[in-house]
C-alpha cells in the first residue's frame, strides 16, 4: 500500500471542541487506502507520539482557490467528528494526548478500525448482534451487564427493520453460554407482543394468548380497578372508588381469615360476585330512621350492627330484600339514590364480558399465585422457556392498558420479593415492549394512567432488583419521556417523520453533530448505536435474525395480480364475534 502521507497534502485546518476540520488537495488520492470514502467513514489524525485520534466523517465541501498563476483549484474540506484516540492498538474514548497541530491525516484502514472494537471489552464481557455498517467483516460487540442492565430502545419507522432487530438481540441472548453446557441458558425475557409478530422468531417460546392467558381479577390494584370500573369524567368517581376499596378490602378479609395483614393492593383471592352483591344491596338499602346500623329485610330479619364493616360484610352475602321505606321510621340508604346504580352496573357489565374471561372467569379466580408468577416468568412446568411471549392482538383495546400494567407489575414485584427472600437476584428479567406508544404514550388520558405507571416504575426502579426494559417504537416522539430519559442504549434506526427524529437527537447522550441527521438514509437493518455499552457512537448493521419474525409487509401488487379471491363471510363474522 503507497504512503498516501508522501503525496497527498491533508492537513488540519481547524480544530472546535466538537469537530476537527481538514483539508485535501486530490481526494482521489486520498481515499485510496480504501475503496470508497464518505460521510460515515473513518479517519486517522496522528503526531509524533504514535497517538491517532480516530475520526468519523460528517460532511464533504469543496472550495475553490486561486495560485499565484491565477489558476483556479479544487480544495476539499472534510468535516470530521472525534470519537477517541488510538494509542499502542488500544481505544480510548475521548482522550486530550493529541498534540496541536497533528502532523498528518489519512483514511483508517480497516485494521486500525477493526482493532477499536476488538480491544474495547474483555472476551467475557463482549454481546455480539451486529457489523460495522461500512465495514460488513468488522464485528461491532457490546458490553452485555451494561446492554442488558441500562434499559434499551430500540427505535425506526414502518420497514427499517426494527422487529428483526429485536428478534436477533434476543436471540443471541438465548444462545449466549459461560460453559458448555447443553440445555437453556437463565436468559429470562418477557415480550409484549402487540401484533403477534414473534412465534415464529422463537419457536420454543412459552406464548400466551388471549385463549391461553389466566390473568386474575383479584390482582388488580387500586389504579387498575378504577381503570376498570369507573367511567372518566363522572364526578361522583372519587366516593365510587373509596366505597370500591372499601368492599373489596372486606371480601379479601372474608375470604383469607389466616392471613396476618390484608390490604386493599395485598394478592390474596376474593369472589367477585360479593362486590356485586353488596353494592346491589346498597342500591336497595333501608335502615331504622334513628340508627343508620340497624337495618331491616323483608324476612323479618332485624340486625344491628356496631360498624359500617361489618354491615357491608353482611351485605357481601348475597342478594337481600329490604323492608319497604316509611315515613319517619325507615329511611333509605345513603347509597339508595341512585347515586352508584350506573357504577353497579358497568362493573356487572365488565365481569359477564365474554371477552374479559381472562380476567373474570371461572379457571382465572381458581388459578393460584404460584401459578400466576410461573406463567409469566417461563416456568410453568413442562413448559419451560426462556422467552415468554405476551400475544396481545386479542386483548380488547379497552383493558390493554390495564393488562400491561398488571403484567409488568407483577413482575417487577416478582424481582423485588426475590431479591427480598434470597438477598440476590439470579434470575434477572429483560421486558420487551412491542410498539410502546399504544400503552406508554405521552398522555395524561385516564385509560393510559396504569400502564404508564408501571412501564416508569421499572424503567425508574426496575435496574435495582433484575428488572430491565426494552422499549421499540415507530413513533417514539408519543413515547413517554419519562421512560425514554431512562434508558442508557440507543439503536436508531430510520426515521423519516420530523418530530421523532428531532425527539431522537434530543434524548440521545452523546453530542453527534450531523451524523443524527442521516437517520432518514438509512436502510433497512442500519441503526445508529449509542449508549454506555458501546464503545463510541456508529452506525452499525444488524445480522438477520433465524428464524425471522411475521413483520413482512404484505405484497399489495403481487396478490392484486392474482385471480379473484373468494371469501368465507361465515367463518370471518363467527371469529369477529369471539
Not at 176 to 198: K, L, P, Q, T, W
Not at 211 to 221: C, G, H, I, S, Y
Not at 268 to 281: A, F, H, M, R, S
Not at 376 to 398: A, M
Request: aromatic share 10%.
Amino acid at each position: 500500500m503507497a504512503d498516501v502521507t508522501q503525496t497527498v497534502n491533508a492537513e488540519v485546518i481547524a480544530v472546535f471542541p466538537n469537530k476537527v476540520r481538514i483539508s485535501v488537495d486530490d481526494l482521489t488520492s486520498f481515499k485510496h487506502a480504501e475503496e470508497s470514502l464518505r460521510v460515515g467513514s473513518y479517519l486517522k489524525v496522528s503526531d509524533n507520539d504514535n497517538v491517532a485520534l480516530i475520526c468519523i466523517i460528517e460532511s464533504f465541501s469543496i472550495e475553490l482557490h486561486e495560485d499565484k498563476d491565477k489558476k483556479s483549484h479544487r480544495i476539499y474540506i472534510i468535516d470530521a467528528y472525534p470519537l477517541g484516540t488510538l494509542k499502542a492498538g488500544k481505544f480510548k474514548r475521548g482522550g486530550d494526548e493529541l498534540a496541536i497541530p497533528p502532523k498528518k491525516v489519512t483514511p483508517a484502514t480497516s485494521k486500525e478500525v477493526a482493532a477499536i472494537f476488538e480491544t474495547a471489552f474483555a472476551e467475557k464481557d463482549r454481546f455480539g448482534f451486529t457489523v460495522l455498517s461500512r465495514h460488513r467483516d468488522i464485528t461491532v460487540p457490546v458490553h452485555g451487564n451494561r446492554f442488558f442492565n441500562k434499559h434499551i430502545a430500540v427505535v425506526g419507522a414502518t420497514g427499517s427493520g426494527k422487529s428483526h432487530t429485536i428478534a436477533r438481540i434476543l436471540q443471541s441472548a438465548v444462545a449466549e453460554r459461560a460453559s458448555a453446557y447443553s440445555g437453556m441458558n437463565n436468559a429470562h425475557i418477557v415480550i409484549f407482543d402487540i401484533h403477534s409478530e414473534y412465534k415464529t422468531a422463537f419457536p420454543n417460546a412459552n406464548i400466551i394468548g388471549v385463549d391461553d392467558l389466566l390473568l386474575p381479577f383479584w390482582l388488580l390494584n387500586a389504579e387498575e380497578m378504577e381503570e376498570m370500573f369507573l367511567e372518566s369524567g363522572d364526578n361522583n368517581n372519587y366516593n365510587q372508588a373509596s366505597l370500591l376499596r372499601t368492599i373489596v378490602t372486606i371480601c379479601k378479609e372474608s375470604q383469607n381469615p389466616l392471613a396476618n395483614k390484608v390490604y386493599f393492593d395485598s394478592p390474596l383471592p376474593y369472589k367477585i360476585q360479593e362486590v356485586v352483591d353488596c353494592l346491589l344491596n346498597l342500591t336497595r338499602e333501608t335502615k331504622d330512621a334513628d340508627n343508620d346500623l340497624h337495618i331491616m329485610t323483608t324476612g323479618g330479619e332485624d340486625k344491628t350492627f356496631t360498624t359500617n364493616d361489618e354491615k357491608l360484610k353482611w351485605f357481601c352475602s348475597g342478594p337481600l330484600e329490604f323492608t319497604a321505606k316509611k315515613q319517619g321510621k325507615i329511611n333509605k340508604g345513603a347509597y339508595a339514590d341512585g347515586t352508584i346504580d350506573k357504577f353497579v352496573r358497568r362493573i356487572s357489565s365488565k365481569i359477564g364480558n365474554p371477552r374479559l374471561q381472562f380476567l373474570f372467569g371461572e379457571k382465572a379466580a381458581t388459578l393460584t399465585f404460584e401459578e400466576v408468577l410461573q406463567q409469566f416468568t417461563g416456568y410453568t412446568e413442562k413448559r419451560e422457556s426462556n422467552v415468554t411471549i405476551l400475544d396481545l392482538s386479542g386483548i380488547p383495546f379497552e383493558t390493554l392498558s390495564i393488562t400491561v400494567s398488571l403484567i409488568t407489575r407483577i413482575l417487577f414485584d416478582y424481582s423485588y420479593y426475590y431479591r427480598r427472600a434470597e438477598a440476590k437476584c439470579d434470575t434477572p428479567l429483560l421486558l420487551v415492549y412491542e410498539e410502546a406508544h399504544k400503552y406508554a404514550p405521552r398522555s395524561e388520558l385516564a385509560r393510559y394512567r396504569a400502564s404508564l405507571t408501571a412501564i416508569e416504575r421499572v424503567a425508574k426502579e426496575g435496574r435495582k432488583y433484575g428488572t430491565s426494559l426494552l422499549i421499540a417504537s415507530q413513533r417514539p416522539s408519543e413515547v413517554s419521556e419519562t421512560i425514554f430519559s431512562q434508558c442508557s442504549n440507543f439503536l436508531a434506526m430510520r426515521l423519516t417523520n420530523p418530530d421523532d427524529q428531532a425527539y431522537v437527537k434530543r434524548l440521545l447522550p452523546d453530542t453527534l453533530g450531523n451524523l443524527t441527521a442521516g437517520l432518514p438514509a438509512l436502510e433497512s437493518g442500519e441503526a445508529l448505536m449509542i449508549g454506555e455499552a458501546s464503545v463510541m457512537p456508529c452506525v452499525v448493521y444488524v445480522l438477520p435474525s433465524d428464524p425471522e419474525p411475521s413483520s413482512n409487509d404484505i405484497p399489495f401488487f403481487e396478490l392484486w395480480k392474482r385471480e379473484w379471491q373468494p371469501v368465507d363471510f361465515v367463518k370471518l363474522a363467527k371469529e369477529w364475534r369471539l
